[in-house]
């Protein structure tokens, strides 16, 4: 059995404070703005996609593959990203997954052809099911670090819900 001074001493370390280093910082407002971005990029388009119809002469039809190509490259290879972050390092996963993402997103700012611009989107869609996982805090080992920087994340579904709608916002709709 504990005594009740053993569990007293356990709860005040845990909630002792932290202290971290300006690179723990940096890393947690890379991550949380990764995953922020994931939210912004389906909701943004969204806005743009009349200009890009007219831009492209692009039909109906056809606008809504732009959505769909990012969202059907995202949740298809969800579960793949995280046993790769799992199986090659959360953290190389998650820098290849943001230079790939960077890269297709000025790709697909620079294409004039429909056909490349939704596959480009889908390679966005990709490269963002490889950026989630790792940056998830449900990935992060457990310890009092860890249960501090998961309060601080925006990847709860509440908080992918305000980065999906402020997209809308920020796009001016």
Request: charged residues 10%; hydrophobic residues 50%; contains cysteine.
């Amino acid at each position: 059995m504990t005594s009740p001074s053993t569990l007293t001493r356990s709860a005040e370390q845990l909630h002792t404070a932290v202290r971290w280093t300006r690179a723990q910082w940096l890393l947690l407002m890379v991550v949380c703005t990764v995953l922020a971005l994931d939210g912004l990029d389906v909701s943004m388009v969204g806005v743009a996609l009349p200009s890009i119809g007219h831009e492209l002469h692009l039909g109906t039809d056809s606008l809504q593959w732009i959505v769909s190509a990012y969202v059907l490259g995202y949740g298809s290879l969800l579960l793949l990203g995280g046993r790769l972050a799992d199986l090659l390092g959360r953290r190389r996963i998650f820098l290849i997954a943001l230079t790939v993402f960077a890269a297709a997103s000025l790709l697909g700012g620079l294409v004039n052809d429909p056909t490349l611009l939704i596959a480009t989107r889908f390679v966005k869609g990709l490269a963002a099911a490889f950026t989630a996982p790792p940056g998830s805090p449900s990935s992060l080992p457990t310890s009092p670090k860890a249960a501090s920087a998961t309060r601080h994340c925006p990847s709860s579904p509440l908080s992918a819900r305000a980065a999906f709608r402020s997209g809308w916002w920020l796009a001016g709709s």
